[in-house]
């Protein structure tokens, strides 16, 4: 994820900037006055505001490939442990282009990581020789996506915020 730019207060998350976000989470794409109708905007306020998201690091807008339609067939998450600090660890495997994402957290394992790579033989050069190899590093566990059932980017539509 992209830094915010320094010195940028987040914008407040009001309606408005949650209904520009949702709209942003159907379709990326979709042109700044046809988000202002569906929010009660000018195209140039949306603009203004969705600039504001970005800048502050409240929302990113990218293209999500299908790793499978650009070759790389192998997905997996990675559960481990680390002897001493998380973040120096975390940091190393931030690094590395095969891991798509790093998580610190609580429980039975100190980080999880999204694995993306081509193939099992990159996978296995990827555990082996290199995460292993990472200093504080103590296990790693390897659970392989045998499919992809959902994936989903929009997680702050207001009715999925609801309680009924």
Known sequence: MNAPEPNVKPPLLDEINKGIITQLQEDGRRAYATIGKAVGLSEAAVRQRVQRLADSGVI???AVSDPLQVGLFRQAMMV???D???EPVADALAELDEIAYV???AGRYDLLCEVVCADDEAL???VSNRVRAVPGVSRVE????LKLRKQTYQWSKPEAQRIP
């Open 60 to 62: 990113q807008i990218v």
């Open 103 to 105: 998580v610190l957290c």
């Open 80 to 82: 481990i442990n680390v």
């Open 142 to 145: 390897t659970l392989i996506y």
């Open 84 to 86: 001493g600090p998380l």
């Open 124 to 126: 296995l050069d990827l």
